[in-house]
């Protein structure tokens, strides 16, 4: 391999000979482009992942500590793990689709088809309540393997999914538009997700709580009847919740499935990896670029995943917006949906890196005017939209950035290829690792606090720990990520820069296959 001076002076030679006839080539396969209908299929395809994400992530620890009415500890451990699971699961699934063959149906679109009908299953069976009468172990147990399971299958599903993106077919800006597509479609699913779960179990929360200010001022027997009745009524909830996320879960693999077919490249040729899995390892974690943008992703995406995680349960019971919690995600993530194509034109218009730099800024004062705001469901309402066009760009950004990160990454290794399921298995793992370390830190933060799961009294430092997790510590952890960010070596000259040496290799790739 090239130093990496005398690589870029080398293909920008090439470049240079074969300018014309590159020029004449590349005008006629950008003319027709990626159709639109493989766009939409393909971006169709990301609504599983993020449905259910964010899901879990706005309901999963108030539905173990105030439905299933497991301990604080016991609920962060069981996340804990959950996501300790993936970092084996992620990468070695990403391995392992990189050293699988090319079949009649592709290499990547399999994998997706066989876990869709075993994610479908955990899923709906991870929100069901086991009765009251069973063990604390074993509700554990249970909900530890379901929620690893499910996240197995998850897996399976998304890390040859976003590695699709290089095999779609088409140009720099095809990739980028698809990407574009997907995080739209990525930003509705949670809002199907988060929308359709949060109208379905938000009202009985309220029920609940209201349940806890009535139990104070009457007496003990009817009380206990109106919080248990309460208490079943949104443990059904939940399981009607998963059976209609679970049918747009199979709905939208079935259209990826049938609707996309993989298109290999001059530097993805869509073969089997020869390399063993530690010096695939090594030449990824060994390439700056990446594990750049790997840093700055876990900072960012852990500072909004704090905050997705806690935001229920403020709004619950630090903001007094118990039964209003589910309204305020609903636009936050409206937002985000509408914000996509803004952003994409504000990434093309100004770059990458000032976007995503901009972007996570304009949340901070929104988090801390949160902290400050209660009993106001208008004030809230004008914060969650300045915070949804934030989460835009953590959607966007990042996944617009890998890609070139990968095409960095094999032009200065052109021997080294078909490793792009173990570049997106990574970025995964990083963030799912994210969201666990984000409800691990936010579920034992809480149980130090003091909080008990059906507790109607007021503990004022569960109030402060609230107020804590929503805004001080997500601002830190967003100042060291756009420090990072601003620091990663690809800029849009570089860019450019790759684009031209990878019009050439593909010209040249053509003449070699006419001679």
Known sequence: MLPGGHEDAEMHRLTQEGALPQRRVVHREEKPGLPLCRKVCYAVGGIPYQMTGNALGFFLQIFLLDVAQLEPFHASLIIFLGRAWDAVT????GFLVSKSPRRKYGKLVPWIACSMPFGVLSYCMMWFTLSDATPASLKFLWYLFMYSFFQTCMTCHHVPYSSLTMFLGGTQRDRDSATAYRMGMEVFSTLLGSGIQGQIVGSYHAHMMNGCYVSNETLPNTSTYSLTDSLENTRRAYVFASLVL???????CLILIFGVREQPGPLSPLGKVELPFA?????????KPYTQLLCGFLFASLAFQITQGIFAFFCTHAAGLAGKFQHLVLIMLVTAS??????????????KKTAVSLGLVLIMPALVAVTQVMHNFLAFVFLVIVA???????YLLPWSM????????MLRNPSCLNLEALFYSFYVFFNKFAGGLAVGISTLSLHFAGYHAADCTYNPSVILTLR????????SLLLIAIIIFCLHPINEERRKQMRIEMEAMGHQAQRGSRE
Do not use: K
């Not at 804590?468 to 601002?475: E, F």
């Open 90 to 93: 992620d990468p070695a699934i």
């Open 246 to 252: 679970g049918s747009i879960y199979c709905l939208s």
């Open 279 to 287: 010096s695939c390892l090594r030449m990824i974690v060994g390439h």
């Open 338 to 351: 509408l914000s996509i194509p803004f952003w994409q034109w504000f990434l093309g218009r100004f770059g």
């Open 388 to 394: 949804g066009c934030s989460m835009a760009v953590l």
């Open 402 to 409: 890998l890609p070139d990160t990968v095409d960095d990454f």
């Open 468 to 475: 804590l997790l929503m805004a001080p510590i997500p601002i």
